[in-house]
Nanobody, 111 residues
């Protein structure tokens, strides 16, 4: 059974930073693309960033230059470093690996 557990969310002021983590179990993590998505209140879930098994990354235009996705295959974990946070980054952040979803972690950025 695949499990994805996100952590690291919280309340932060605009301009601050947070680091999200997603620990995977029940899946051969090292051979899967991993991604972070977010859903703001009243909006659809959207892609934030992805990372392939080879480390190639892709980012939404809205987070380029501010967010960094990385992975540690030895720990079955994918990270999202978020810097220069803006109020519009507020939402629930979800981890996705091989079409499996975690329950999400809430990020709130105050102005």
């Amino acid at each position: 059974q695949v499990q994805l557990v996100e952590s690291g969310g919280g309340l932060v002021q605009a301009g601050g930073s947070l680091r999200l983590s997603c620990a995977a179990s029940g899946i051969i993590f090292s051979i899967r693309t991993a991604g972070w998505y977010r859903q703001a209140p009243g909006k659809q879930r959207e892609l934030v960033a992805t990372i392939t098994i080879g480390g190639r990354t892709n980012y939404a235009d809205s987070v380029k230059g501010r967010f960094t996705i990385s992975r540690d295959n030895a720990k079955n974990t994918v990270y999202l470093q978020m810097n220069s946070l803006k109020p519009e980054d507020t939402g629930v952040y979800y981890c996705n690996v091989d079409n499996n979803w975690g329950k999400g972690t809430l990020v709130t950025v105050s102005s």
